[in-house]
């Protein structure tokens, strides 16, 4: 009976070994942006409030970027500031990050990151990059901007294709790279980029945009009448966000005789230029909070012809206020804008298209009235919390092996 006895203690079977899984809470995520906080746009006001979603669900965030002394708006999450320098070619409010220099690579070393979060293929992201795959930390990265269609803006076109080439090179280096809409899957597979793609859509302020914030007052004061229709941009007033195309189809409106008003929402470089282009635009100049939301919402039309955008947050935010949308037929807006229901979307740089859809919508109140109802329809899907928990679960896939 001893050797029986002792035959089934020998051939008990064992227990997996199962390793725990980890939690939000064994995350250490640094995070590397060229532009955190210290000038205000959609890229950056995303990724803080990816940054506040971490933090609350107690994921450790460490953020590296360019400062200045007196930036936009205070940072989420502690930020390390990057010695950078002015931007050339007249765009001196941004900075250039030179790399990690010895200081930030020491206080990068203690924090210890498990995961390393790159925000943009500048010198900065080069070098996290690299850090990342020398100390073996999983690396992902996020996709904001289209900055290869840069180019044509400024005269040197010819180099698009050299810049997609060094942008596949780069984000192929990733074990995952965030991209906030199918459009933008699409097109880096198109480039050749490889990696593994997620969905890390945006969301929508649905107390601040909404059509009841609309001010026929606010409107007044600025020398619009009630029954005047207002074409709306907002942004930053620079040429890379359609400002041309802007401008020349507001010249073909006007030389068509169609009705309108021009509210631009935003200040930039280009806004004397802008000015001088629109002869009578309103320059409402920056706006923000619920402000922001009264403006959106005192427009009529909201046309936006940017290449540039990845998913375009102006876009939903005109949508939540009940605005139509008239929109580049290009990435991040047709993911948006339901052509022919919440709006219309044009061939990009096509003035004659963007002049007749527009004036389309000018010359019918009821159509107007449809696509912006459609619009507030369709943006309420668009949810700060469910696109953040997105980026969340995909760590967390990637540390756990999923």
Not at 191 to 218: E, K, N, Q, T
Not at 302 to 309: C, I, L, M, W
Not at 339 to 362: K, Q
């Amino acid at each position: 009976m001893a050797d029986l006895a002792g035959w089934r203690v020998a051939f008990r079977p064992q227990r997996r070994y199962r390793p725990r899984l980890m939690q939000a809470s064994d995350l250490r995520v640094a995070l590397f942006s060229g532009n955190y906080n210290y000038t205000r746009d959609g890229a950056n006001m995303s990724l803080n409030l990816l940054v506040g979603h971490l933090l609350r669900h107690g994921v450790a965030v460490r953020v590296y970027s360019p400062t200045t002394a007196r930036p936009a708006f205070a940072p989420t999450g502690d930020l390390v500031p990057v010695p950078a320098i002015p931007l050339p070619a007249g765009r001196s409010e941004y900075r250039l990050a030179r790399g990690l220099p010895a200081a930030v690579r020491r206080d990068l070393e203690a924090f210890a990151p498990n995961i390393v979060h790159v925000s943009a293929p500048e010198l900065l992201g080069h070098a996290a990059l690299r850090w990342a795959e020398r100390h073996g930390v999983t690396r992902t990265a996020s996709f904001h901007t289209r900055f290869e269609t840069y180019a044509s803006y400024y005269g040197i076109g010819f180099v698009e294709p050299l810049l997609i080439a060094m942008m596949r090179r780069f984000y192929n280096r990733f074990d995952r790279v965030f991209v906030p809409s199918p459009s933008m899957i699409a097109l880096l597979r198109q480039w050749g980029v490889s990696a593994d793609m997620a969905i890390w859509s945006r969301g929508i302020d649905h107390d601040r945009f909404r059509p009841d914030r609309r001010s026929l007052a606010w409107r007044r004061d600025l020398g619009i009448g009630d029954d005047e229709v207002a074409i709306g941009f907002l942004g930053r007033l620079v040429k890379e966000k359609g400002l041309d195309v802007f401008a020349a189809v507001a010249q073909e409106l006007a030389r068509r005789g169609v009705p309108h008003r021009v509210l631009a929402i935003g200040k930039g470089p280009a806004e004397d230029w802008f000015a001088r282009e629109v002869p009578g635009a309103i320059l409402a100049g920056y706006q923000s909070g619920d402000d922001l939301g009264r403006a959106v919402a005192s427009m009529d039309v909201f046309f936006n012809p940017s290449v540039t955008e990845t998913f375009g947050n102006v876009t939903t935010e005109a949508m939540a206020a009940g605005v139509p949308v008239v929109a580049a037929r290009a990435t991040g807006a047709v993911d948006l804008v339901v052509d022919g229901e919440t709006g219309f979307l044009v061939p990009p740089r096509d003035i004659a298209a963007y002049a007749d859809a527009i004036a389309a919508i000018i010359a019918d109140p009821s159509l107007r009235a449809a696509m912006g109802e459609a619009g507030y329809r369709r943006a309420d899907a668009y949810r700060w919390d469910t696109a953040n928990q997105a980026v969340l679960d995909g760590y967390l896939e990637l540390k756990n092996g999923h």
